[in-house]
């Protein structure tokens, strides 16, 4: 069984930073890609940064230049540093990675966490 866990969520005023952090955990032979998605009330989830295991990496246009997405492959996790918070950025930020597991070492698979909150205050 594989688990994506999301850390650093919370209330930050405009223009303030946090840092999100994702560790999965489990039957996991290998990770392609980790992500960052998110979901703001009465909108659909969004794409907000995604980095391959070569690291590479692909962000929304609305957070480009704020948002930067890094990874530790040795401890199969992903990082999102925020900065420049806006408050339309308020909404629950999952984590998803793509993954292949002992069992179905040539399928990959798609998880996600459980979703952390971002609050930001004008």
């Known amino acids: 069984q594989v688990q994506l866990v999301e850390s650093g969520g919370g209330l930050v005023q405009a223009g303030g930073s946090l840092r999100l952090l994702c560790a999965a955990s489990?039957?996991?032979?290998?990770?392609?890609?980790m992500g960052w998605y998110r979901q703001a009330p009465g909108k659909q989830r969004e794409l907000v940064a995604d980095?391959?295991?070569?690291?590479?990496?692909n962000y929304a246009d609305s957070v480009k230049g704020r948002f930067t997405i890094s990874r530790d492959n040795a401890k199969n996790s992903v990082y999102l540093q925020m900065s420049s918070l806006k408050p339309e950025d308020t909404a629950v930020y999952y984590c998803?990675?793509?993954?292949?597991?002992?069992?179905?070492?040539?399928?990959?698979?798609?998880?996600w966490g459980q979703g952390t909150q971002v609050t930001v205050s004008s």
């Open positions: 489990g039957s996991i032979f290998a990770i392609n890609a």
């Open positions: 980095i391959t295991s070569g690291g590479s990496t």
């Open positions: 998803n990675a793509v993954l292949y597991t002992p069992t179905m070492p040539l399928r990959p698979r798609e998880y």
